[in-house]
């Protein structure tokens, strides 16, 4: 918590919030990552639900060749879990993702990118149908931060709105949060500095989105 200036102390949840279906479900404590910032009431939160992903041969045996694979970035769409990357050729696979649902096919020496990034190397022995590497994406620390387009941890996904002023610059800080079925007022939410119409308006669908319902409404 944070003792905030004259013009934020004017802004309460009130003027944010306008109604929530059932405050034991619709409102919820956030912990508000520590390097937020100073943060008023009405921002746009996003939840850091992903860690790094690690890569390694398939748990299931060593491979018959020795491609490599670099290290992998964490992509827009990602969930956590193991991500399998099968060999359909000696130069092309197949990824999927945790759940079994297949992503698509790449091939070695081409970057493949969705939800998750890498680039296969074929080595010197060929691999064979049936090799390949896991991928294991870290679950996240389920902290909260402002949502931010361009974060590929979570926090890229609108997912609540801040209850009330907080300054989380150095540590983390617990907050009362919105994060499912709820109105709150357009105008009073806070977004990322510079965000763009488009990225503006695909966080307002997401607040909206059936598995959240915060619906904003202009005043």
Known sequence: MFTPTSQERAKTFSDVVKHVNDSNFSLDAFTVASGSGILKVGTVMGQATLG?????????????GNA????????????????????????????????????????????FAD???????????PMVAGDGFDVTVA????????????????????????????????????ALGVKWGAIVVLEELTFKSGISAPNRAAAIASLGAPSRMILARGT
Do not use: C
């Not at 790094?52 to 748990?59: I, L």
């Not at 974060?151 to 890229?156: F, H, L, M, R």
């Open 52 to 64: 790094s992903a690690t890569s390694a041969v398939k748990a299931s045996g060593a491979n018959t």
């Open 115 to 125: 939800d998750i990034g890498f680039t296969m190397t074929a080595g010197g022995t």
């Open 139 to 174: 679950p996240g620390s389920l902290k909260w931060k402002p949502h931010d387009p361009a974060a590929v941890d979570g926090s890229q996904v609108a997912a609540g709105v801040l209850g009330e002023a907080v300054d989380a610059t150095s540590a983390d800080v617990v």
């Open 68 to 111: 490599t694979m670099s290290a992998v970035t964490v992509l827009d769409g990602a969930v956590s879990g193991i991500y399998t990357v099968r060999m359909l050729t000696a130069t092309t696979f197949r990824v999927e993702k945790p759940n079994g649902d297949v992503i698509g096919d790449g091939a070695t020496g081409t970057a």
